[in-house]
């Protein structure tokens, strides 16, 4: 009975250890996971045009806002349009990527081409300083 029961004991010991360890693990990561929310940046981004995207040429239109809803004027914003190949269609993938010019309070223009009707993936980034500082991913359909 004395060797099963040292041997329990240490089980015992060892179990109690890693669930020890397994809780300030889980307490660092919920720690570290706080503090990036606390300092991430959110950077609200809006496609105001084209309401009706159309193949061939369309206005664009983004508004971006910095964490505290203030205008982001000194950006550089670029929007790539995507649309995935089609090989039953014998067709590649079209991709055009725009980049807008400040227009003030906020808001970046420009003009793209949308190469064909259909749902092209679209996504809006944004940088500051050569760092992006958010991106919006959605899909426009063109008629």
Excluded: C
């Amino acid at each position: 009975m004395g060797p099963n029961r040292n041997l329990t004991h240490t089980m015992m010991r060892s179990v109690a250890a890693g669930v020890a360890v397994m809780a300030l693990v889980t307490s660092a990561m919920a720690a570290q996971s706080t503090a990036k929310a606390k300092t991430g940046r959110k950077v609200d981004i809006m496609l105001m045009q084209p309401t009706q995207a159309k193949s061939g040429d369309n206005a664009i239109q983004v508004m971006v806002k910095g964490p505290d809803g203030k205008p982001i004027n000194d950006a550089d914003v670029s929007v790539l349009f995507v649309m995935p190949a089609m090989p039953a269609m014998k067709m590649a993938e079209m991709r055009n990527e725009v980049k807008l010019k400040p227009a003030g309070d906020g808001k970046y223009t420009g003009s793209g081409n949308i190469g064909m009707a259909g749902k092209w993936n679209t996504t809006i980034s944004v940088k500051k300083d050569g760092k992006q500082i958010g991106q919006k991913k959605l899909t426009v359909t063109a008629r």
